[in-house]
């Protein structure tokens, strides 16, 4: 029985590093050498600390980047959210071949209410959903990978657009001068 548990734990061991992600597992092995462990200990000291900090601050660069996402129309974010805020009125979207006008919210406070149902499908979605569909529907760009330090950073951004505000999921947007017919 021991035997079989053994030869588990190496199988399940290898498994991971043969799909790149055993990171602290091989560091942990007990068939690393020292140097190579103290080498990647050292490593790891070395690196400069992420922090929230400036996570929120190159969030808040691809917000303003017009080549996020490979977009196709030469704007951003920015351009419809002017510093987390709204230039109000209402973009025009298509939906199952169908033209619609979807209003412009201000995303102040906006993160606070997610997860939440939104689009004519009523789809629950996170944050970082709603940026993606943002990124394709009205930048005509491509969606940032999930897992990407892209999408962190975007979505770390958004929700620091929130701070302080209560957290409401659910709650409805914020539109100053809804457009009439308007989503």
Request: aromatic share 8%; with cysteine.
């Amino acid at each position: 029985m021991k035997l079989r548990t053994i030869v588990s734990a190496f199988a399940f061991f290898f498994m991971f590093a043969a799909y790149g992600i055993a990171g602290d597992l091989e560091m942990m092995s007990p068939l690393m050498p020292a140097e190579k462990v103290e080498a990647m200990k050292k490593m790891m000291m070395e690196m400069a600390p992420d922090t929230l900090e400036t996570s929120i601050k190159r969030g808040e660069k691809l917000f303003s980047d017009t080549t996020l996402g490979k977009n196709t129309t030469g704007t951003s974010c920015y351009t419809c959210h002017p510093k987390g805020g709204t230039i109000g009125g209402a973009a025009d979207m298509e939906w199952k071949g169908m033209p619609m006008k979807v209003n412009i919210p201000t995303l102040i406070g906006a993160a606070a209410s997610f997860p939440k149902a939104i689009g004519p499908m009523k789809v629950v979605s996170p944050v970082s959903g709603q940026n993606n569909m943002c990124i394709m529907t009205f930048l005509k760009g491509t969606p940032l990978d999930l897992n990407s330090q892209e999408a962190t950073d975007l979505e770390a951004y958004v929700y620091s657009l929130s701070k302080g505000k209560k957290i409401n999921m659910g709650a409805k947007k914020k539109v100053k001068k809804p457009v009439p017919g308007a989503m």
